[in-house]
């Protein structure tokens, strides 16, 4: 995780918890002048977009504040969604089990995506098994991963 983002989840997660919303995950884009900070919440009953509003409305005011970001950049606060994205061993391990499809920051045995069940974690590795090959991923090369939605 970069300095950027550990700055972001150590300032956001506790006024995200203090709502009494759970903190899925942290996304921050830099893209030029204009950067995306995108803010996933969880609870056990799902999220309304209120919800979004709400914590929306309080990062906004720590934002303000603390100002952690010093260019231009767009707040989104959102739920996870059926096809969730996945950011720590805990969350790779709660959903083994399930379909994900997962892009690495720099290649591994030579590709960067993988799609195939989500066997859990061993250590720091992420287990999973494309067609009858099973891979452990090192958790710090992942760049992306979101659980593949079932609809059965």
Known sequence: MSSKLEQLQALLAPVIEALGYQCWG???LSQ???????????????ILIEDCEIVSRQLSGVLDVE????SEYTLEVSSPGMDRPLF??????????????????????????????LRGVEEQDVVVQVDDHEYL???DLIDKANIIPRFD
């Open 26 to 28: 942290i996304e921050f």
């Open 32 to 46: 030029g002048r204009h950067s995306l900070l995108r803010v996933y919440i969880d609870k056990a009953d799902g």
């Open 67 to 70: 100002d952690p970001i010093t």
């Open 88 to 117: 720590t061993l805990e969350q790779f391990a709660a959903h083994a089990g399930e379909q994900v499809k997962i892009k690495l920051r720099s290649p591994f045995d030579g590709r960067r995506n993988f799609q195939g069940l």
């Open 137 to 139: 991923l090192p958790i």
